[in-house]
C-alpha cells in the first residue's frame, strides 16, 4: 500500500490531453464566475458596467473578452472603501480567515483566506513540493514570513506531507541570513524552501563567517526558491557552490498564479488545477501565442477567499512552444520581471533578465551586479553600469559582452564600470537616468 503522502495525487491529471484538460479549466471557470456574480460585488459591478453576462460565457474565447484590472484598481477599491474588503472575497464570519497582505513595488493590498482557501490552495502547493523532491517525513527549513499566503499555503504542505517543519526567527530580508545559517547548521533540514535573494544573502554570509557553502547545506538534498527568476548559468554555479542533488524554481504569486518546475528544467508548468493563465498583447489585448512575450492574465479557480480573475498581474511573460520532456501535458510558463522594468531600445522591448542571461556567459560577470540606466525616451542603445570585476584585461571583457548582447538582443549598448553600485540600488535591476545623474554629481 502506498504511503497516505503519496496517495494523495491525481497525477493522471498531469498528463491529460491538452483538450480534456481545456474542458476541466473551463468547468473550474465557469464555477468560479457564478460565484463571482452571485457574492462578489467588485465583479458584478464590473460585469454590468461592461455589459457582460458571465451565464453567457460558452467557451474560453467568450472568457478572455471580459475585463481585465490591475493593482491600482484594487488600491483604488480600498482607498475609497477604506477597508481590506473590496467587494472581491464572500466573508463568512463563521469560518477562521487569516488577512495576508500583497506587498511589491506598487504598494500593498490585503487577501482574505479562509480555512477552505488553504486546504485547497495548499494541496495543490504541495504537489508542487513533491515535484521538488519533498517526502514525507523529511525536515524541512521554510523561509516564508508569516504575513505572506505562502506561510499559509506551506503550513498545509507541512501536514499533508507529513513533514517537519523550521521557521528561522525573522523574515527574509538579508540582515537575517545570520539566523537562517544558524538554523541551517543546528537543524540539518533536508529541503529548504527559500526566496532566492535570501539565498544569496546567506551565501555571503558564509564567506563573512569563513564557513564553506558545502559544509553548511551538507544535510540539504533539495532547494527550492522562488522571487526572481535564476539563469540556467546561475542555477548550475549556485549547484556547484552548494552541492544539492537539484535546484527547482517556483513561480507563484499570492493572487493565484502557481507554477512549478520539473526536473528537466525547461520552464515552469501552470498547476492547472487552481490557476488559468493567459498571455495578452498589454496594447490589444490579444491572445499572445506561445513563444510570444506579453503581460500575464491570471484567473484563480478557487472560489474561496479572495478571488482574482482575469487580473493582469503587470507582468512580463511568455508561454513556452512545444512539450516537456517529462511527458506532462499542463503548459509551461515563464515570467521574466514586471513590465515596470523593461526597457524600450531600439524599438525592442528588453528587460534585466535578457542582460543577466549575457552576463552569465561572460566568465568575469558571473553573478556580478549590474543595472540597466533607463532613459526617459526610447534609447537607440542600451546603457548600463556594472560593478567592475578584479580582473587585468577590462577591455576585452568589455567587447565579449557587447558582442553576446548584440547578437543575442540585436541591440548596441554602452558599459560604465562603477566600484560599487550604492547600497540603495543593490538588487535593483533598473535605475532612472536622472537619478544616477543625480548621484554622479
Ligand atoms: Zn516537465
Known amino acids: 500500500m502506498k504511503k497516505r503522502s503519496e496517495r494523495i495525487y491525481p497525477d493522471e491529471q498531469e498528463t491529460w490531453p491538452e483538450e480534456r484538460l481545456k ?11 457564478r460565484h463571482a456574480q452571485e457574492n462578489l460585488p467588485f465583479y458584478s459591478r464590473r460585469f454590468g458596467a461592461a455589459n457582460v453576462d458571465p451565464e453567457s460565457v460558452a467557451n474560453l474565447e467568450d472568457f478572455s473578452k471580459l475585463p481585465t484590472f490591475n493593482k491600482g484598481d484594487v488600491l483604488r477599491e480600498i482607498s475609497e472603501k477604506e477597508s481590506f474588503a473590496t467587494g472581491m472575497e464572500a466573508l463568512d464570519p463563521s469560518e477562521p ?31 508542487a513540493y513533491r515535484w521538488a523532491g519533498l517526502r514525507s517525513g523529511m525536515r524541512m527549513l521554510m523561509a516564508a514570513p508569516a504575513w505572506h499566503s505562502l506561510a499559509v499555503q506551506e503550513t498545509r504542505v507541512v501536514e499533508r506531507l507529513g513533514v517537519t517543519c523550521v521557521i528561522p ?3 527574509f530580508l538579508p540582515r537575517f541570513s545570520v539566523n537562517f545559517l544558524a538554523a541551517l547548521k543546528d537543524i540539518r533540514p533536508a529541503f529548504v524552501s527559500i526566496f532566492l535573494p535570501m539565498l544569496y544573502a546567506l551565501l555571503a554570509e558564509c564567506r563573512r563567517a569563513e564557513v564553506s557553502p558545502r559544509e553548511a547545506f551538507s544535510s540539504v538534498e533539495y532547494l527550492l526558491v522562488v522571487g526572481a527568476p535564476m539563469t540556467p548559468t546561475s542555477r548550475r554555479h549556485l549547484r556547484e557552490e552548494i552541492r544539492v542533488r537539484d535546484i527547482f524554481e517556483g513561480l507563484g504569486n499570492p493572487e493565484g498564479l502557481t507554477a512549478m518546475e520539473c526536473s528537466y528544467h525547461r520552464g515552469h508548468h501552470v498547476f492547472m488545477d487552481c490557476c488559468y493563465v493567459e498571455i495578452i498583447d498589454p496594447k490589444s489585448g490579444a491572445p499572445a501565442p ?28 511568455e508561454m ?15 515570467i521574466y520581471d514586471r513590465r515596470a522594468n523593461t526597457v ?13 542571461l549575457c552576463l552569465d556567459e561572460v566568465a568575469e560577470l558571473r553573478g556580478f551586479p ?23 584585461e577590462l577591455q576585452q571583457v568589455e567587447a565579449r559582452l557587447m558582442s553576446l548582447l548584440s547578437e543575442r538582443l540585436g541591440i548596441e549598448s554602452n558599459l560604465k564600470w562603477t566600484q560599487h553600485l550604492p547600497e540603495r540600488w543593490k538588487g535593483v535591476a533598473v535605475i532612472e537616468e536622472r537619478d544616477w545623474e543625480v548621484a554622479r554629481v
Open 344 to 356: 524600450q531600445v531600439a524599438g525592442k522591448e528588453i528587460v534585466p533578465y535578457d542582460v543577466r
Open 370 to 392: 549590474f543595472a540597466v540606466i533607463r532613459a526617459r525616451n526610447e534609447m537607440a542603445s542600451l546603457s548600463m553600469v556594472i560593478q567592475r570585476p578584479p580582473v587585468e
Open 290 to 317: 506561445a513563444g510570444t512575450r506579453g503581460s500575464v492574465v491570471l484567473t484563480s479557480l478557487i472560489p474561496e477567499g479572495s478571488v482574482y480573475i482575469r487580473y493582469d498581474s503587470e507582468d512580463i511573460g
Open 320 to 334: 513556452l512552444p512545444g512539450r516537456c520532456e517529462c511527458g506532462r501535458t499542463w503548459p509551461l510558463l515563464e
Open 23 to 33: 474542458r476541466y479549466q473551463f468547468r473550474r471557470i465557469k464555477r468560479v464566475l
Open 169 to 171: 526567527w525573522g523574515t
Open 97 to 127: 480567515a487569516v488577512l495576508c497582505m500583497t506587498s511589491g513595488t506598487l504598494g500593498t493590498a490585503f487577501l482574505y483566506l479562509p480555512r477552505k482557501w488553504r486546504s485547497l490552495r495548499g494541496d495543490s502547493l504541495a504537489r
